[in-house]
C-alpha cells in the first residue's frame, strides 16, 4: 500500500508512534511518506520505503497566525497526486484530520486521479483537553467523522470520545506498541555510577515527559520528595516543557535540589531508562501513557495515575501500581516498597516486561492497522451516518 502518516514530529507520544509505524510499514513492505514540519525525533537514515516531506508555512505581513491547515492539506494533495496514496493517516485529529478531510475533498474534485481514504488516529488530549475545548469542539468532531476510518489508542480514549463529542463514527481501538528490539534493557555499570556516585545502595528515580500541566510534574517532586526520605534516591527528569521550571522550584522548596537531576530533552531514553529503579507518572490524565510502556520494556516498575488508559496497560499490583492521581502518599509507599523489596521489584519488573512482550511490540499491533486500512480501502467498515 502506498501510505502518507501525518503527524507531529516533536516530542511527544503520537509523534513517537507514528513514526514508529511508518518504519514498520515500510519494513512489512508499503511505501510509507511521513508529512510534517520536521524530520521526526528517532528517524532512519536512507530508510528503504520511508520518504519525508516538509510542510512549509510561509507566514505573510497580513497574516497574524501561520496557516499550518492550509499548506498542510496543500502538502497532502501534493504528495498524493504525485505518489498516488491509497492512505492518509492522520495521527493526532486537531487540525490532522480537518488536513487530510480538505485534501481528500480537493482531490475528489479533480476529475481524474485517486481518492485516497482518510484515517484518524485519536491519541488523546486531541480529544481530553483541546478536541473538547469549545473552540475547537465542532470542528474536531466533524473531522473525525469524516474520516473514513477512526482509531483510538484505548477503550479509555474511545469511550471518552463518544461521551465529548458528538462523534458518531465506529472508532476501532489499536494499542500503542513498541520496537521490542530497542526498547529493552541494555543496562550500563558506567553510567549508572555518573547519577549513583558509585553508591551500591543509591536507587534511582526517573520521570519522562513533555512537561505540560497535564503530566503534573511538580507532583513527581511531591512523591519523590516522600521517597528521598526513607531510601538513598535521586530523581532523573528527562524532557522539557513549560513545567519543568515549576518542578526545579519545587525541588528547591522542599530542599532537595542536590537529589534532583535534570537532563532535558533527551533522544535516547532507552540508555537512561535501563539504569532506573522507578518510573513515576501521576498525569491528570494519559489516554495511554505511552512513556510507562517504555519504562515496562525496560524492566523499569512503574508507579502512575490510576486515569484514562494505564489500566489498560498497567495491571494493579502485578506489572506496576495505579492510585488516584492525587494520591501521593500512596504513589510514594508504592515507590518505597519497590525500591526496598528486591523480590517485589524483580516480579513486578517481570510482569511488566513479560505484558509489554506479549502484547504490546511491534508484531502484535502493526498488523492490525494494516488490517484495518485494507477494511477502510474495501469500505468494509459501517459508514458514518453525518459523513458527506
Ligand atoms: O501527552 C501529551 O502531552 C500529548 C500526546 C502526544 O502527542 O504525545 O500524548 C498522548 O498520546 C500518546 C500517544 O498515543 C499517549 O501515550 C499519551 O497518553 C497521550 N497523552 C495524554 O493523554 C495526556
Known sequence: MNVGIV?????????????????????????VRLISTEMPFRWPQYPAGLAFHAVQTPGYPLFREPQYLLSLANKIVQVSREHGLDIIHAHYAIPHAAAAYLARQILSNAADGKVPRVITTLHGTDVTLIGSDSSYSETAAFCIDQSDGVT?????LRDH???????????????????????????DPDLRARFTGG????????????????????????IFARIHARVPSRLLLVGDGPELDKAGRRARDLGISNAVEQLGDQEQVVPLLSL??????????ESFGLAALEAMACQVPVVASDVGGLPEVIDHGVTGYLHPPHAIDAMADSGVNLLTDAALHRRVSEAALATVLQRFCANAIVP???????????????PTPTRV
Open 276 to 285: 532506573a529503579d522507578l518510573f513515576l507518572l501521576p498525569s491528570e490524565q
Open 161 to 187: 470520545t463518544y461521551r465529548q463529542l458528538p462523534v458518531r463514527a465506529d472508532i476501532q481501538v489499536i494499542p500503542n506498541f513498541l520496537d521490542c528490539g530497542i526498547h529493552r534493557r541494555s543496562p
Open 199 to 222: 553508591d551500591e545502595k543509591m536507587r534511582l528515580v526517573i520521570h519522562v515527559s513533555n512537561f505540560r500541566p497535564v503530566k503534573r510534574t511538580d507532583t513527581v517532586v511531591d
Open 152 to 156: 483510538a489508542v484505548s477503550k479509555s
Open 7 to 31: 503527524c507531529y514530529a516533536s516530542v511527544g507520544g503520537s509523534g513517537i508512534v507514528a513514526t514508529e509505524l511508518a518504519k514498520a510499514l515500510a519494513d512489512r513492505g508499503h511505501q
Open 368 to 382: 492490525q492497522y494494516e488490517a484495518f486500512y485494507r477494511d477502510v480501502i474495501a469500505g468494509r467498515l459501517a
